[in-house]
């Protein structure tokens, strides 16, 4: 069991405490924020305190660090406050629901998978990557880090997805796809092909739109 401290106020650390409280063997101790947006003192009976000085209340030799956060900026904010917290000398523990099903598979540190998923073997999943519940992860594929698929993803097997791709809801991907790093493939999307690198895809058959906008995703 680990103390953890948990990143957020908003909705994903409520969800987050509540899965580790309910259904992990590590224990929330506090929540932190950046300093901008601390508002309150406390948080679900816990103390929540800045970012900045966490390391100094909460020291890294006797804390773990989790931060579950969405796929904003191209899962790039989720990244900086993930290496920022590795910097302060933090390690991460990953959630993994009891009702997902997976078998051995490597996964890395800040990742959160829900419940429903289904990993089949020899898949492997990098660091700071969300599954939110309900996704098919095929079989002999990779995951890079900083990766967000939504609910209802289909992964078939052997696809390779590149770092900070994000994956709308009931979207498919095709067997044997090398999917480019920061692909974004919209909600009930569809890909037949590899994908070019910060491409967006929305569609079946898939249309190629440009670039992903960071203030959406």
């Given at each position: 069991m680990a103390k953890i401290i948990l990143f957020g106020v908003l909705d994903t650390a409520e969800l987050a405490h509540f899965y580790l409280t309910h259904d992990s063997e590590h224990e929330v101790a506090a929540f932190t924020v950046n300093r901008e947006y601390l508002k309150d003192e406390s948080f679900k009976g816990l103390p929540v305190v800045a970012f900045e000085d966490v390391e100094t209340l909460f020291?890294?030799?006797?804390?773990q660090f989790f931060a579950p956060m969405t796929g904003r900026n191209m899962n790039r904010?989720?990244?900086?406050?993930?290496?920022?917290?590795?910097a302060k000398g933090y390690t991460f523990i990953s959630y993994i629901s009891s009702k997902a099903t997976h078998f051995g598979n490597e996964i890395g540190e800040n990742c959160f998978i829900l419940e429903d998923n289904t990993i089949q073997p020899f898949t492997t999943i990098g660091n700071n990557v969300v599954l939110w519940s309900g996704n098919h992860i095929g079989h002999h594929g990779r995951i890079d880090d900083h990766v967000f698929f939504t609910s209802h993803v289909v992964m078939s097997g052997h696809c390779h997805i590149g770092s900070y791709s994000f994956f709308g809801v009931n979207s498919t991907i095709r067997d044997y796809l090398t999917v480019a790093e920061g692909t974004l493939l919209g909600m009930a999307s569809a890909l037949y092909k590899d994908s070019d690198p910060w491409g967006v895809y929305i569609g079946n058959p898939p249309k190629k739109l440009g670039k992903p906008s960071y203030e959406t995703y």
């Open positions: 020291p890294p030799s006797d804390y904010n989720r990244e900086k406050v993930y290496l920022d917290a590795k």
